[in-house]
């Protein structure tokens, strides 16, 4: 699946861009972030991560396949 990063997610990631495979099976939300913790484990300490599926945000229930087009959403700072 193609990830984009955003914000700080990026600087944590490297890329705006990253590719996953996710295998064959649908994942859930919540199993993406899991394994995206493990590969990236800056992304842990984040206070919130938002997740976007085809530009609709998603819950941790919200299945993905490779197919999909996956956001990660940073908490956004400003005033």
């Known amino acids: ?3 984009i990063s955003f914000g700080v997610a990026k ?5 705006l861009f990253i590719d996953f495979d ?4 649908p994942v859930s ?4 972030k899991e394994n995206l913790f493990i590969r990236y484990p800056g992304l842990k300490k984040l206070s919130m991560l938002s997740v976007a599926v085809n530009s609709e945000y998603g819950t941790n ?3 993905v396949t490779n197919e ?5 959403i940073p908490p956004v700072s400003g005033g």
């Open 1 to 3: 699946m193609k990830i």
């Open 11 to 15: 600087e944590i990631t490297g890329a």
């Open 22 to 25: 996710a295998g064959e099976n």
């Open 29 to 32: 939300i919540a199993e993406l």
């Open 61 to 63: 229930e919200t299945m």
């Open 68 to 72: 999909d087009e996956v956001a990660l």
